[in-house]
T-cell receptor, first 114, second 114 residues
Framework: AQSVSQHNHHVILSEAASLELGCNYSYGGTVNLFWYVQYPGQHLQLLLKYFSGDPLVKGIKGFEAEFIKSKFSFNLRKPSVQWSDTAEYFCAVRGNQAGTALIFGKGTTLSVSS | ETGVTQSPTHLIKTRGQQVTLRCSSQSGHNTVSWYQQALGQGPQFIFQYYREEENGRGNFPPRFSGLQFPNYSSELNVNALELDDSALYLC?????????????FGPGTRLTVL
């Protein structure tokens, strides 16, 4: 079955700490991978995406993610978090065919203290 | 801003009633998808429309139905509401014309079923 697993339900960090959020997926075939962020009271926004090419992708606000095909993983990283990064983070996968929909993980809540 | 709007923002219904939620997408976005996000969970795919035809459906019963209109607006209809239908309903749109297009989400409609 197609699924996305996010390892951490709630992560608590201090400002300037490094962040890594785990994401593993189960999906037959070629996939597109995404990280979305949902700030408190706001709608889902795209952080970054991977379709093909360089497995290390950079997104907005200093975030990056690495696609490791052999591990079916797409972990999100940021070297130094800020208080404003407090939000819900969702990993998602989509098949590489027109018409397929996003499959989301359950999300990771990140709380950053100043 | 994603250019995707949804109405209403909040809605309260009672069990057994019917509800219609609306979404307006960006011009040129031929694909619209609807998702249900229960509290503390990631969005779950309900169905997808491409050029006014349903072309994908998640694991939701037939009482969840939809329509897409030529003016890039769409509707999600839910009949015979149940308590478990209480959730945030998200609309997302994309051009649908290629494999690298990004999905843009609206702010959602918060449905409460009493």
């Amino acid at each position: 079955a197609q699924s996305v697993s996010q390892h951490n339900h709630h992560v608590i960090l201090s400002e300037a700490a490094s962040l890594e959020l785990g994401c593993n997926y189960s999906y037959g075939g070629t996939v597109n991978l995404f990280w979305y962020v949902q700030y408190p009271g706001q709608h889902l926004q795209l952080l970054l995406k991977y379709f093909s090419g360089d497995p290390l992708v950079k997104g907005i606000k200093g975030f990056e993610a690495e696609f490791i095909k052999s591990k079916f993983s797409f972990n999100l990283r940021k070297p130094s978090v800020q208080w404003s990064d407090t939000a819900e983070y969702f990993c998602a996968v989509r098949g590489n065919q027109a018409g397929t929909a996003l499959i989301f993980g359950k999300g990771t809540t990140l709380s950053v203290s100043s | 801003e994603t250019g995707v709007t949804q109405s209403p923002t909040h809605l309260i219904k009672t069990r057994g009633q019917q509800v219609t939620l609306r979404c307006s997408s960006q011009s040129g976005h031929n694909t619209v998808s609807w998702y249900q996000q229960a509290l503390g969970q990631g969005p779950q795919f309900i169905f997808q429309y491409y050029r006014e035809e349903e072309n994908g459906r998640g694991n939701f019963p037939p009482r969840f139905s939809g329509l897409q209109f030529p003016n890039y607006s769409s509707e999600l209809n839910v009949n015979a509401l149940e308590l478990d239908d209480s959730a945030l309903y998200l609309c997302a749109s994309r051009t649908g014309g290629g494999l690298t297009d990004t999905q843009y989400f609206g702010p959602g409609t918060r449905l409460t079923v009493l």
